[in-house]
């Protein structure tokens, strides 16, 4: 079972820039594809992208997508959501999330496509 850890959240200006990452525990991360999501205060958890196990694939929730940037390095067991513009209603934890890459391709585009799950960052977004 991989183990997932967030990590780069904090406090940040409007129209600012933050990278997260997230460490994976185990040698077969490059098999999982892998996702990031984030809740608000009183709100449900929502999608935000998604990247396949190659790297071949991405996916953004429309609301990021042309300022979020999903990546990943294989070789560090680790993903990557580079996110610019940020804006406060933004303000959440963001969390990543892992599931079995089907094929090279695939890329988990709901929550329920995911198996396993990191705690989380807070990304505080100030106007």
């Known amino acids: 079972q991989v183990q997932l850890v967030e990590s780069g959240g904090g406090l940040v200006q409007a129209g600012g820039s933050l990278r997260l990452s997230c460490a994976a525990s185990?040698?077969?991360?490059?098999?999982?594809?892998m996702g990031w999501l984030r809740q608000a205060p009183g709100k449900e958890r929502e999608f935000v992208a998604a990247i396949s196990w190659s790297g071949i694939s991405t996916y953004y929730a429309d609301s990021v997508k042309g300022r979020f940037t999903v990546s990943r390095d294989n070789a560090k067991n680790t993903v990557y959501l580079q996110m610019s513009s940020l804006k406060p209603e933004e303000t959440a934890v963001y969390c990543c999330?892992?599931?079995?890459?089907?094929?090279?391709?695939?890329?988990?585009?709901?929550?329920?496509?995911?198996?396993?799950w990191g705690s989380g960052t807070q990304v505080t977004v100030s106007s």
């Open positions: 999330a892992a599931t079995y890459g089907v094929n090279s391709y695939y890329t988990g585009k709901t929550q329920s496509e995911y198996y396993y």
């Open positions: 185990e040698g077969t991360f490059s098999t999982y594809a």
